[in-house]
């Protein structure tokens, strides 16, 4: 059983009574239904909570972590950013959802300044599959319509996926690469562009397919135990 | 249950006696052994059998293909490559082994030669994991020692993998990618480099891990069903 | 000095007048007054032409191809088809343009269907620039509009590029990855998807900038001498 | 003409007799004489110049840097880390050379541990060219002897490189992924293994040719300039 833990910046909820009115329970608990109908064990935590709830009892137990953050990336502790980071070179897998993509864990992640284009404008996103073969597409249509969202425009300042496994259209005349999945150390991590906190993307049933899907690409393989430094020889020198 | 169908030339095992004595069942027995113990659905064909074993009926019950040849490419028929190929595209799975790289399938899949360097002289191969992360690496160690293998050398004229997972040493001085994945269509292959005839490498409980992570990591993904051709627009044009 | 070698189907131009109207000496020779321009040594050669004007003396002296065919692929002789694809194995570099996605090169050089969704209706492309340090994508903008192409969509069923340069918006919904990258063998291919011969695309200087860049980054690199087949050790065994 | 900048810790050759007795004039110099002779525009800087030579107006009249540290990555000061980093985001190319793999700069832009095995025991290694057409490969043999290097083994902690172009073979039984290209952001960077400070590796010719070839091939390629942040429809909404 894959242990998941839905990570949630969760200021706008608060501040924001459109928000509010959208997640009443805060994206994570959006998010964390759909990964409980999808069969995992599911916990939540936000910035909000102790050690931003990422004590290293919690990693500990967490195969992926999926994280949504936007206004307050600046507030996430330099050592807590470490901490994930050390689970997701042993293996750990971690989803990044929308503006997540400006939170110190995918900037260091990524070594690129993962910036792009935006706009608010109520357009409507289509979200091609160009992977059709890829473990995260499992299950899902050609394309996902999604009738308005924010959109992101390229350049999208990161390195070239190891798998690209979607592009977005969107009505203003813009594409992105909504669906990257990425080796680090020896976990995975994938991006996913959907979902600004406006919109209830997080309700849709293949905004909830495509998360568990990436969620069971990225748990961790449980490869080989890696030695690192100073090692003998394995052949007979000279 | 995901269903495995052993391909095997099965010439070497009748012609050569030292082959016959390292494999009396043959190969493709030796290999399914294997695959049953990992809990698949297994069968055989080889190259002697009707349609080589690799009717309409049996393609379409099988999940993963994998694909022993050396001395008889040339009387694989094309009607029958034509098959598996496009099953491939369909998102049926292909591990390809060792002397299998001159294979009429894995070249068509390929785009280039796939000639190498190569030497039978016992010398010692060790197989080294370079993507720990990666589903085929799932319980293996660092590296694989095999005690004799006949040696493969780069340059190995294949397309960059979309994932290189091992790469094999040389005693003898030369280095290899031998564990390589692909996606082609909405199919996956993997090509497998150890397995000369003439050694019991098929017998190898790690050799035989490698060979059951890349039939999971290849099982089909059921992902969306693509239409081509011509197509209606989906917004309004002028 | 790179030489470039532009081939043409070169049927439509004789037998559509619209098309005859908007190339009236031919796709290639529109494609090869930009290469002159660009600073190239370029000559041209068309299907009509004796061996399809692709000698074994004009490959040798080839060290870029570009290719456009559309209605008469399957006339292109299977023998001439492997004298392209061994000098692309040797080093020559080859650009694919539009509807060439079909042509007999280029599906043997990728092992897959090159299938894609297609519309005629006169709608806008626009090409995104989403890897802007690539040597295709020197001295030019953001993006490129065409304000009239045919359309081609997701999923295209092609290897994922060594490198994505360029994914194309279309009016009507659909993305497409439309400046793709590849190493084959020794040698370099690319992509390119605008060029339906009812528009103007290749007097565009945009595309013309693209195509030179391409060629350029296509041209042979004159590495290593490769050896095939069987070797000497390089240290001592045993 | 284009402008490099040899960057050196250079403390080895301070304080240890058997390195200042390999590099007198320091790596630094032996790594510039190799580029002088290839014909580009060379300075030097060094980690005890002010501001470790890399003021803002060095690194903007640099068009590739070359990176050698070992000793002292940690008295890298961040802020020239991160200078170096908006340069490389930019467009500057980054050579990073043998010990460089720790570095700051480094680590920063593969987002992982870049961690790896080592051995110091006279061991010969041979590189193996894995991409014979690509850039870095130009003018190489098939295969690159040293006969004394330390050793570095896998597996080493990065991303998947962009292109492999390179794999080391060691006597003692390990193989590296020792020639690694990387896009990131606007900028291109290059991993290259051999160089211990005290073998004479820097003066070897084909040492030398593969930095002059990465050199090239990491040069700005002054593509689109790039707009990120909040933009308008290039198409009427709703």
Redo the contacts between chains.
């Keep these: 059983m894959i242990r998941v833990t839905v990570w949630n910046e969760g200021r706008h909820e608060k501040s924001h009574a459109e928000v509010a009115k959208v997640y009443p329970n805060g994206i994570h608990n959006a998010i964390a239904e759909g990964l409980k109908e999808a069969g995992f064990t599911v916990r939540t935590a936000t910035l909000d909570d102790p050690e931003h709830g990422l004590t290293p009892e919690v990693l500990a137990d967490t195969d992926v972590l999926t994280w949504w953050g936007h206004m307050a990336h600046g507030e996430v502790k330099d050592e807590i950013v470490e901490r994930v980071y050390k689970r997701v ?1 042993e ?1 750990m897998g971690l989803i990044v959802l929308h503006s997540g993509h400006f939170s110190k864990i995918f900037k ?6 993962s ?5 608010e ?3 409507n996103e ?1 979200l ?8 995260v ?6 394309c996902i319509d999604l009738p308005k969202e924010e ?1 992101y ?5 990161i ?2 996926p ?3 496994v979607m ?9 992105f ?1 909504s669906g990257c999945c ?7 991590v994938f991006y996913f562009r959907p979902g600004h906190e406006t919109y209830p993307t997080y309700y849709n049933p293949l905004i909830r397919k495509v998360i568990a899907n990436a969620v069971k690409w990225a748990a ?16 007979k ?2």
Tied chains: 1, 2, 3, 4.
């Design positions: 070179m293996g260091k992640l990524m070594g690129t300044t910036d792009l284009k935006w706009r404008a109520d357009e289509r091609w599959i160009v992977e059709p073969g890829h473990p597409a499992e299950g899902l249509p050609e959109m425009g390229e350049f999208f300042d390195p070239a190891n798998a690209l592009v977005s259209w969107f009505k203003g005349g813009e594409v690469r990425y080796h680090r150390g020896q976990g995975r961790p393989v449980h490869g080989p135990k890696i030695i690192f430094g100073n090692v003998k020889p394995l052949e020198l000279g």
